[in-house]
């Protein structure tokens, strides 16, 4: 199922070159976000996407936490990216409160962190009931932890067996599946099962790390990370992509610029790059930066990652072992 890593490399540069988001500077005239194919599932969405975790968690007040994602829609960020557990739900009440005026013009994605079928379906419930829709456009099961972790999730009475129901009766689009740090159990998920989308943490940290004898490893690029486990098998299955974690919690920006950060994600094969962005500065910042991007060559993304010290990289793959979403 790998692809070489010759393979590997003219997706990336295949991906890159299909992608809207070549024609940087119509969609900047034009007011707009460059926009890819989310994988086969016929959507369409902006190279943005809004995060809305822990950052969006960082508005205290609702009419500012609202105020700042209606901006980011404005300017062009046609993805959001919520989850069940986020804040208690407080993520998804307040994408609720506006998402009606918006729903035929954004796709909405959310995560489940139950394991059986039966939690799931009574998250997924709660979840439309919060978020305000009849339909989800995409469901991630949520932060895949390892090989127990997809023994429960695909087990005859797990969430992946609801998600295929819903999905079959339309009440949800694409089904999906997260991962902060297990890059070979995400592989082999993608691997055996029939995912729509996958959301993975890529960014010029954890590129070169692999798991070995004593904890991660830098290794030669080419070899054990998200980028060359889990990303190549979602290419060739022509899944969805969300790059996550692209600036790895603002542990990497003393490393290199934002705008070194995101080009490195968003030139790997990827439908989309999801941030967090917590001020509004952050989101006209960002959106600026998407709209302007050219595709970051190989050996330029080889170059950043290897300027991050290996310690830097090693503390950035510990902190997303244990990392717990918002």
């Known amino acids: 199922m790998d692809l070489s890593r010759r393979q590997f490399i003219q997706a990336a540069a295949v991906g890159a070159a299909v992608a809207p988001g070549l024609g940087a500077g119509a969609a900047v005239a034009a007011g707009t976000l460059p926009k890819r194919p989310f994988g086969k599932t016929g959507l369409e969405i902006s190279i943005l996407g809004f995060g809305s975790g822990s950052r969006f968690l960082m508005y205290k007040d609702d009419d500012e936490a609202l105020a700042a994602l209606t ?32 729903r035929d013009k954004v796709t909405v994605a959310t995560k489940l962190a139950g394991r059986s079928g039966d939690e799931a379906r009574r998250q997924l419930e709660l979840s439309l009931k919060r978020l305000n829709t009849d339909h989800l456009d995409v469901v991630h099961i949520h932060a895949l932890s390892g090989p127990e972790d997809l023994a ?26 997260s991962c902060h740090a297990a890059p070979a159990t995400l592989k082999t998920a993608l691997e055996r099962h029939d995912f729509d989308a996958t959301q993975m943490a890529l960014n010029a940290a954890m590129a070169r790390m692999a798991d070995g004898k004593g904890g991660m490893k830098a290794t030669p690029m080419g070899h054990e990370g998200f980028e060359e486990q889990a990303l190549p098998v979602a290419v060739k299955k022509g899944l969805g992509i969300i790059a996550m974690k692209v600036f790895a919690q603002e542990q990497i920006l003393a490393d290199a610029p934002v705008e070194k950060l995101l080009a490195y994600s968003l030139s790997l094969p ?43 990289k090693a503390a950035v793959v510990e902190f997303f072992r244990d990392h717990l979403d918002a």
């Open 152 to 177: 429960k999730i695909e087990a005859p009475d797990g969430v992946l067996k609801a998600l295929y129901k819903a999905r079959d009766e339309k009440v949800v689009r694409a089904v999906g599946i």
């Open 71 to 102: 901006k980011a829609l404005e300017l062009g960020i046609t993805y959001i990216d919520t989850a069940h557990n986020y804040g208690n739900g407080k993520s998804e009440e307040r994408i609720g409160k506006i998402l009606p005026q918006w």
């Open 270 to 312: 990827v439908s989309l790059a999801s941030l967090g962005m917590p001020k509004p500065e952050h989101i006209e910042r960002n959106i600026e930066l998407a709209r302007a991007f050219v595709p970051m060559p190989d050996d330029e993304r080889r170059r950043l990652s290897d300027s991050i010290a290996t310690a830097r």
